[in-house]
């Protein structure tokens, strides 16, 4: 499965982007413009059964990372790839990072658990009301206060566009956790409801650099825009 990606900016480094759940690659329209600015390459792409992407109600975790090594395979062949995976995206950016051989991959406020056993029909169901509360921008402003009016509009048209028997998929089956690899980097809210100290630990003891954004949002980003980046001088520093 090819993957729907926005393609923007040229150098000899490509970022490779993949948002969270319900979510889509214009979630990170103000981040795009910073690594570009950088003098990277940014491919940001939409997962299966969001955005514009192909839906599969069989959906792994283990075949949306085939599908993003398969997608950056035919847009990037073989040159040198950074990544940045956010909560869900970034279980997926953990899933293929063997085949995918990011430089650094960097997971943003996630434990890279799956908890599974899921009723197929019930999550569908519930992942569908998630869906319609979140389709008003002014109804994602009222409980998101940090949001901007494009912000909303941008993950209101995600919701708009999310397959919710796509993801329910991912969680019918067993429980799944991965590692990610010594050199990787994680960047938390502080305090995080996703990646606990516990979890900080564990990463640590992996050789796991964990760096935190004290109040942020689970969407670092939307909500401490510039401490995110600063967070990251690897991707965001001067070109």
């Given at each position: ?8 900016g040229?150098?000899p480094?490509t ?6 759940l319900m ?10 413009p910073?690594?570009?600015?950088r003098?990277?390459?940014v491919i ?12 599969d109600?069989?959906?792994t ?5 085939s599908?993003?090594v398969?997608?950056?395979r035919?847009?990037a ?6 990544a ?13 990072a ?32 998630d869906?319609l509360l979140?389709m008003?921008?002014d ?9 901007s009016?494009?912000?909303a ?5 995600a919701a708009?566009r999310?397959?919710p028997a ?7 089956g067993p ?5 990610a690899v ?12 996703w990646?606990?100290?516990?979890d900080?630990r564990?990463?640590?003891?992996g ?5 935190s954004?004290?109040?942020a949002?689970?969407?670092?980003w939307?909500?401490h825009?510039d401490e ?7 991707m965001?520093?001067?070109?």
């Open positions: 499965m090819l993957l729907h990606a926005l393609d923007i040229e150098g480094r970022a490779v982007l993949l948002h969270g979510g889509s690659s214009e979630s990170w329209w103000r981040v795009v910073r690594l570009v600015d003098g990277r390459r940001a792409l939409d997962l299966p059964g969001h955005g514009l992407s192909p839906r109600p069989e959906l975790i283990e075949r949306a990372a599908a993003v398969d997608t950056v035919v847009l062949p073989g040159g040198p790839v950074d940045i995976g956010h909560s869900y995206g970034a279980t997926v950016l953990a899933a293929a063997e085949q995918l051989r990011p430089d650094l991959a960097v997971y943003v406020d996630a434990a890279l658990v799956l908890a599974g056993g899921a009723d197929r029909h019930a999550l569908t169901a519930a992942y569908a009301q869906r979140r008003s921008p109804g994602l402003r009222a409980t998101r206060p940090f949001s009016e494009r912000d509009e941008v993950e209101a048209r708009a999310f397959d796509t993801s329910a998929s991912v969680s019918c429980d799944q956790a991965w590692e010594p050199g990787s980097i994680v960047i938390r809210a502080d305090p995080s409801a990646v606990t100290d516990q900080a564990r990463f640590e003891q050789g796991v650099e964990v760096r954004v004290p109040g949002a689970h969407t670092i939307y909500s825009f995110f980046t600063a967070s990251l001088p690897e965001f520093g001067g070109r």
